[in-house]
């Protein structure tokens, strides 16, 4: 099968493509193309006018400024897979780009992009809800920045406003004593998670955890935060009577669905699991974070 016919519009700037998704019925924006290329080729998506992004140079960054973590709408997965920054600085996101799909999807896919699809079972959701992220968004009334704990609605449904254009993810720079891990079950390469969890502690100077996030990956409507675990861990010394029961509680909170790949209960168990590892790993990853030195 082949795409319908439609009209293509390239902005080279940000406000062109805002003025084009106010101006314009029934058009979708493309960046990666790796989920809207297939629902056009089978015409599960039939837009009248596609808005292709990808000469935005503005929108082509992966960068540390002024306190955050700063991921461009342009930026793919392979950028953040091979970035020294994101493997010095960065736990999660360097466990999580490698595990996304296979290198030919993550040389074109961006991480904006799988974060505004807003499949459950995409993994950059979780890394953004463990983290406190935050979601920038351009429309005809301005800038509007959207916390990652409010972005998500439904599976492929997001707060986004149908005249807004994601500009931009972001995520707070580490604390001194912050690590941070990604863990994953999938049948085989290239497929989607059947669970996951993601995980952030940030220890005080004597040890303890003082913060803590904690995302999981397909086992509800949508990526959520594990909130009754954060909770449980916060103000106390990492171990792995700690790390055992908050994998429980995230387990218990966690909703999954039985499918072809497993039954709910045996989801509930490697949200158990992966939470474990993820956790330990953070913690272990905690006392490594090195501070970047302005030059």
Wanted: cysteine-free; aromatic content about 4%; glycine content about 8%.
């Amino acid at each position: 099968m082949k795409p319908a016919q439609f009209e293509q519009h390239e902005p080279k700037t940000v406000e062109e493509a805002v003025s084009l998704l106010e101006s314009l019925d029934n058009r979708a924006i493309l960046s990666g193309g790796q989920s809207m290329v297939p629902m056009l080729r089978f015409r599960l998506a039939v837009p009248e006018t596609v808005i292709d992004i990808n000469r935005i140079e503005s929108l082509d960054y992966l960068e540390e400024d002024d306190g955050w973590l700063k991921i461009g709408a342009l930026a793919r997965h392979a950028d953040v897979e091979h970035s020294e920054l994101i493997a010095e600085r960065y736990g999660s996101f360097a466990d999580t780009a490698p595990l996304v799909a296979d290198p030919q999807i993550r040389n074109r896919g961006t991480v904006a992009g799988s974060v505004a699809q807003a499949d459950p079972k995409g993994d950059w959701g979780s890394v953004l809800l463990a983290h406190e992220g935050e979601v920038v968004a351009q429309g005809p009334d301005g800038e509007r920045v959207i916390p990652a704990d409010e972005f998500f609605l439904l599976p492929y449904d997001t707060t986004l406003d149908e005249n807004e254009l994601l500009t931009e993810l972001r995520v707070p720079t580490p604390a001194p004593r912050e690590g941070s891990a990604y863990h994953k079950l999938k049948r085989k390469v290239g497929d989607y998670a059947m669970a996951g969890s993601a995980a952030r502690l940030v220890l005080d100077d004597e040890g303890r955890i003082e913060q803590a996030g904690i995302g999981l990956t397909a086992v509800d409507i949508t990526n959520v935060r594990a909130t009754d675990a954060e909770e449980h861990l916060e103000g106390e010394r990492p171990s792995s009577d700690l790390f055992k029961r908050a994998g429980e509680l995230a387990a218990e909170q966690s909703n999954p669905e039985s499918d072809e790949h497993g039954d709910a209960s045996y989801k509930e168990r490697m949200v158990n699991v992966l939470t474990q590892r993820a956790l330990g790993d953070a913690a272990e990853r905690a006392g490594l974070v090195k501070r970047r030195v302005s030059q």
